[in-house]
């Protein structure tokens, strides 16, 4: 009996050794129960059963059902080790079109200051809020023809993720604030890239997506920090409507109006050009 466990005990080890030399080498610190049958060749419940020895090792954390992520040697026998977050998104959308949005794009694109704790991802699926290990995934739906703007950003040398671009990582955020810290966290992180943002490109894409608020907010903020010419911005207005609304829609309404961009100005232009300096 004794020689039949060790004979076991090494085959499994042997197993695990290969599974995770394959994802080592594929740069895969993320995968899935169906990677491991791939790999291994075991049957799914051989599988599940390798996984779950080697969870309880420390070898590897479950995120949630079928979901593993690789805890780094240096960590111990860690069972809560979430991975990078990003990527734990990238599977948690299946082989739904995504990109990761709002507050998560804007600290990829390095136009925040403090950590973000939630990931925002933005897909054309249905797919539910979930909390994983401490941290929290939300799900944006978005349908099928306001699905535009997005590039690749490497996570490591082998696995990257989808981002939206820094245009329509601002169009998101002046399109649902509440995902973002609000107008003026979004602001600051416009002014800390505009050296880099395509002005034109910032219009077209609130054009396509054709918000009244989100264009109205859009142009102000161009306008306050003097980003675009007045003739761009006198073509932009155009197409808004008599419809007020406010600049911010998580204050309360109240401050003067603006009727160049039909906007509520209930947060101050000297409190928004003050955020580029903090």
């Not at 593993?68 to 082989?95: H, Q």
């Not at 349908?143 to 490591?156: A, E, P, Q, R, Y």
């Not at 395509?198 to 161009?222: E, F, H, M």
Request: overall charge positive.
């Amino acid at each position: 009996m004794s020689i039949q466990y060790n004979s076991n005990l090494r085959t499994s080890r042997s197993q695990m050794a290969k599974l995770l030399m394959a994802l080592y080498d594929s740069g895969q610190t993320t995968f899935t129960h169906a990677d491991a049958v791939r790999i291994t060749g075991l049957k799914p419940a051989l599988a599940s059963s390798l996984l779950h020895k080697a969870t309880r090792r420390g070898l590897v954390s479950s995120l949630k059902r079928g979901l593993f992520v690789i805890v780094p040697p240096e960590l111990g026998t860690s069972i809560e080790y979430s991975g990078n977050p990003y990527l734990v998104a990238r599977y948690l959308v299946s082989s739904a079109p995504y990109y990761l949005s709002h507050a998560s794009a804007m600290e990829l694109h390095r136009m925040v200051t403090q950590p973000q704790f939630v990931v925002y991802v933005s897909s054309t699926k249905h797919i539910l809020n979930q909390k994983l290990n401490g941290t929290q995934f939300r799900f944006v739906r978005l349908k099928h023809t306001d699905f535009f703007g997005t590039m690749k950003h490497w996570v490591t040398k082998q696995e990257s993720i989808e981002i939206s671009d820094l245009e329509r990582t601002i169009i998101d955020g002046l399109r649902q604030p509440e995902y973002c810290g609000g107008v003026t966290d979004i602001a600051k992180g416009l002014w800390m890239r505009c050296a880099d943002m395509n002005v034109q490109k910032l219009l077209d894409d609130a054009t396509r997506l054709n918000i009244g608020s989100v264009k109205r907010r859009v142009g102000y903020l161009l306008e306050l920090f003097g980003l675009a010419p007045e003739q761009q911005l006198q073509a932009f207005r155009k197409s808004l409507t008599a419809t007020y609304v406010p600049l911010d829609p998580l204050l309360p309404r109240e401050g003067p109006h603006r009727a160049k961009w039909r906007l509520q100005i209930n947060v101050s232009p000297e409190e928004i050009l003050a955020a580029r300096s903090s």
